[in-house]
């Protein structure tokens, strides 16, 4: 990126700037950059009218969209290290591998105990003749291997049927090099034809990002296993068998308005009998049905074969981490209608009870009190309270009459019973269009509480938008901006990058959002994780490979726009207008009545360094400095990676302030947030 030329005039606003790293807790030690170049004055004064409020935003502004894609669920949050644990994916001894040999054919066999256990029907026959140790074993090959981490706990478990003798089992990690980096051994005492559950736990002694996990089994006879389950102690609130504390940090740090779960299309699936079934994702583990991820086979240039859903993370634990970062909780549900770029099924309006019987009990899940079946059920998974559900989403991208006609079913009967509800309605996969059109047009007849809308669309038609909705009808349906991001090539191509460019043009277009605050309600960028090695979709938020996260520059933005995101909308204009577009420039105002700061949004989307000044009308004061937060890369496809996972990343300036002018320097390709209390 070329840097702007700097203009005579503008040495007179050279301006005193300290910097420093971003953060919100540490006060880093502050470096003092004596100078600031001066930027190129652009025509036009900018006046904040402080004191008119024009919209309130709403705490669920902005949110976290969660979907199980790109292993963002099992393999990601979902903190287990086996994979395929119960043998139930379609290849039933997939990530397994047999160590030693065999003594005959047969002494490793997949059981399958069909109608006897219908959510878990497989498990694992090993036959042993007098096996000593490291003679025989199994070894699992983790999702795209296992991140260890020195001297941490590891919690091993596994479900056993020894009807014949003991056993001993040997647990061994393992790193790339077939060296043991730590394990234990557990014993399985005969037990006739009942199945128990044996664990131990051992530390690690070396960190290592491909681990695989052997086990050697000892003894003579016939030994049944299931569940093999390996997970590391340092969870999300340490909680046992719980999710990868490092990547609900990331989330926990956007301090969310609300998180979408569980998607997207894997709401929908396939076909109807792949669509997501809440019912089928709660209480023990080994009970919930594992699945195949419609996202396995979706692009054939992306297969994931190994991708299925084990639940493990199901709704109740969907519904805790919303609480835990006080996020709403923003459940959406099947229509009974299956994808419909796949195979577009849907359930006959004749059979539609059940699926609409499933969002009512969500919903006496979520709110019940213990008294009540559902809500009894939540108690007994060891939540008596609320989780106080307020919004619930039916469908997604859906579109055509039959998805109207579904969705008025569905309202009439949660309406009736639960009128408090806020219903969000899918206006399908684009914003505009025919389909989309149709959409609108019926939900807005129906009054619809809430309309999602999906844009994933290149980086210019987020800055040609970031006015519309400016113009929205500012008394009917409210917008969800339920899915969108910047595209640096094409919807779906492999090639797209979050790129500086694509988060910029987000950000530029969350200022139209958040001007609008009255009609745009929520907002959330889609999909939210991707595993380095195990991805479907580009762009996404978060990045982790199997130990390390990093933030894309789109992550920041989210971010930056959640922690400052205030209580109020004000105007912010020039000559009278909205400042979106004219010399390139971005942005909306916010006061804070809870700090008494108001805040500004800008984003320079030219290559020109500019300067702004800006008035304060409507206050008696501003302070006497600002804290600016500066979001800017060297050029325009930086990004940030594992190797560098902050070459993007906000960095803070304190500006000097006289009377109730900010003179502001606008750097090239720049977010800049302004916070500046008020009086
Ligand atoms: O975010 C990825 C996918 O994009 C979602 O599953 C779907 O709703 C949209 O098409």
């Known amino acids: 990126m070329k840097r702007a030329m700097h203009s005579k005039e503008n040495k007179q606003s050279k301006a005193r700037i300290i910097l420093r790293p971003f953060s919100f807790l540490l006060p880093a030690a502050m470096c003092i950059v004596p100078f600031f170049p001066g930027p190129v004055q652009t025509s036009g004064v900018i006046t904040v009218k402080a004191n008119e409020i024009k919209a309130t935003i709403q705490p669920t502004m902005w949110g976290v969209f969660f979907e199980d894609i790109n292993m963002g669920a099992d393999g990601g949050i979902y903190a287990e290290l086996i994979k395929n644990r119960s043998f139930e994916f379609n290849k039933p001894m997939m990530g397994w591998k047999v160590l030693g040999k065999p003594a005959t054919e047969g002494d490793f066999l997949v059981m399958n105990r069909q109608a006897l256990n219908t959510a878990n029907p497989r498990f694992l026959r090993v036959s042993l003749h007098n096996n000593a140790k490291g003679s025989l074993g199994l070894s699992n090959e983790g999702f795209r291997k296992m991140g260890i981490k020195n001297n941490l706990g590891y919690d091993f478990s596994l479900q056993y049927r020894a009807p014949s003798g003991n056993f001993k089992i040997y647990v061994e990690l393992i790193d790339e090099k077939g060296m043991s980096i730590g394990g234990a051994s557990i014993t399985a005492q005969r037990s006739g034809e009942e199945w128990k559950k044996m664990s131990t736990t051992f530390k690690a002694s070396a960190t290592e990002p491909g681990a695989k996990l052997n086990l050697w089994f000892e003894g003579d006879g016939i030994l049944d296993i299931d569940m093999v389950s390996l997970f590391p102690q340092d969870t999300w609130k340490n909680r046992p068998g719980g999710m990868r504390s490092d990547m609900i940090q990331m989330l926990a740090d956007m301090k969310p308005g609300f998180i979408r779960f569980p998607g997207g299309c894997i709401v929908e699936g396939f076909d109807l009998s792949q669509r997501y079934q809440w019912k089928k994702t709660i209480g023990p583990v080994e009970e919930r049905q594992v699945m195949i991820n419609r996202w396995n086979f979706e692009f054939a240039h992306r297969p994931t074969p190994d991708y299925f859903q084990t639940f493990g993370l199901g709704f109740f634990e969907y519904f805790q981490l919303a609480e835990d970062i006080g996020a709403e909780p923003l459940p959406i549900l099947n229509a009974g209608m299956a994808c419909q770029f796949n195979s577009a099924e849907v359930v006959p309006l004749s059979q539609i009870d059940p699926f609409v019987q499933d969002a009512l009990d969500l919903i006496e899940f979520a709110n019940g009190d213990t008294t009540t079946k559902w809500g009894r059920v939540r108690a007994n998974l060891g939540h008596p309270s609320s989780f106080n559900l307020k919004l619930l ?62 844009y994933y669309r290149r980086p210019e038609w987020f800055l040609q938008n970031a006015s519309r909705y400016d113009n929205y009808d500012r008394k009917g349906s409210k917008i969800f901006a339920g899915e969108y991001a910047a ?72 971010k930056l726009f959640s922690l400052n995101k205030g209580t109020n909308v004000v105007p912010l204009l020039e000559n009278n207008k909205p400042l979106s577009g004219q010399d390139s420039l971005y942005a909306s105002a916010t006061i804070d009545k809870n700090t008494n700061e108001l805040i500004l949004k800008i984003v320079n989307a030219s290559a020109n360094e500019q300067s702004k000044n800006i008035e304060v009308e409507g206050i008696k004061k501003l302070g006497s400095s600002a804290t600016l937060t500066v979001l800017k890369a060297n050029g325009l496809d930086e990004v940030n990676s594992i190797a560098n996972p902050t070459n993007v990343k906000p960095m803070e300036q304190i500006i000097k302030l006289k009377g109730k002018r900010i003179s502001l320097p606008l750097a090239p390709y720049s977010f800049t947030i302004v916070r500046v209390k008020m009086s």
């Open 393 to 454: 989403g039916i469908g997604n991208e859906n579109w055509g009459p039959q998805y109207i006609e579904r969705l008025k079913v569905f309202s009439k009967a949660i309406k009736e019973k639960y009128p408090n509800i806020q219903l969000i309605n899918s206006s399908g996969t684009d914003p505009n269009g025919e389909r989309f059109d149709y959409l609108n047009w019926e939900l807005r007849k129906m009054n619809a509480d809430i309309i999602d809308e999906h």
């Open 487 to 558: 595209q640096s090539d094409k919807t779906v191509s492999v090639k797209n990058r979050n790129t500086w460019e694509t988060a910029m043009a987000e950000a530029a277009f969350m200022t139209g959002m958040e001007r609008n605050a009255d009609v745009v309600c929520m907002a959330s960028y889609a999909p939210l994780f991707a595993h380095v090695d195990g991805w479907q979709w580009t762009p996404d938020m978060i990045w982790v490979d199997n130990l390390q996260t990093f933030g894309t520059p789109n992550y920041y933005v989210q």
